[in-house]
């Protein structure tokens, strides 16, 4: 299975918004809502941030939200914070009862 | 609060096999699916695979040749064996739990490094 494509790095000024997108196929992000996003700050553990492509884990900020349109999903953070600067992974089910992650987007605060 | 940690050797020959163990604190293995993921020094992370407590076991196409993912409901754990390992499989090990089809708890992960 091949990974899902993401953008190798999004930048953003402090209180704007930014979109990673995370594009797959039909057999994965396309074919089922089974798409969640992650957070890892250097040296730390993933922290799940979305489930089920535009829900939030409870003790996660509304500033990050998720949508996803045909094989490309995407996850928005508004209001960009310095403590937002961190590398997101997507992640999808696939139609092989597998899970797949994507490439990693670096997220810079400028 | 529901707690995983990673353990096992930090340190594995070439062509021999890593066993890692994922000990579950705070809450029960039994009900949800439970995965491993790694993710090798400064690269993206690779899901390697889950089981759920009964057993069922769903493993990467790429791994799936020497990958065995097993549970022991009666110490509320679940292990990894990645066999006939090389360089490539250097890596920090996570374990998750897997909860609407997302890892919403995770490990610290833990090291290892496949070296003579």
């Known amino acids: 299975q091949s990974a899902l494509t993401q953008p190798a790095s999004v930048s953003g000024s402090p209180g704007q918004s930014i979109t990673v997108s995370c594009t797959g196929t039909?057999?994965?992000?396309?074919?089922?809502?089974?798409v969640s996003w992650y957070q890892q700050h250097p040296d730390k553990a993933p922290k799940l941030m979305i489930y089920?492509?535009?829900n939030r884990p409870s003790g996660v900020s509304n500033r990050f939200s998720g949508s996803k349109s045909g094989n490309t999903a995407s996850l928005t953070i508004s209001g960009l914070q310095a403590e937002d600067e961190a590398d997101y992974y997507c992640?999808?089910?696939?139609?092989?009862?597998?899970?797949?992650f994507g490439t990693g987007t670096k997220v810079t605060v400028l | 609060q529901l707690q995983l940690q990673e353990s096992g050797p930090g340190l594995v020959k070439p062509s021999e096999t890593l066993s890692l163990t994922c000990t579950v604190s705070?809450?029960?293995?039994?009900?949800?699916?439970w995965g491993w993921i790694r993710q090798p020094p400064g690269k993206g992370l690779e899901w390697i695979g889950t089981?759920?407590?009964?057993?069922?076991?769903y493993y990467n196409p790429s791994l799936k040749s020497r990958v065995t993912i097993s549970v022991d409901t009666s110490k509320n754990q679940f292990s990894l064996e990645v066999s006939s390992v090389t360089a490539a499989d250097t890596a920090v090990y996570y374990c998750?739990?897997?909860?609407?089809?997302?890892?919403?708890?995770w490990g610290q992960g833990t090291l290892v490094t496949v070296s003579s």
């Open positions: 089981i759920y407590y009964s057993g069922s076991t």
């Open positions: 705070g809450g029960s293995i039994n009900s949800y699916h």
């Open positions: 998750a739990r897997y909860s609407n089809s997302a890892g919403d708890y």
């Open positions: 089920y492509v535009n």
């Open positions: 039909s057999s994965d992000v396309g074919g089922y809502n089974y």
């Open positions: 992640s999808s089910y696939t139609s092989s009862i597998t899970y797949v």
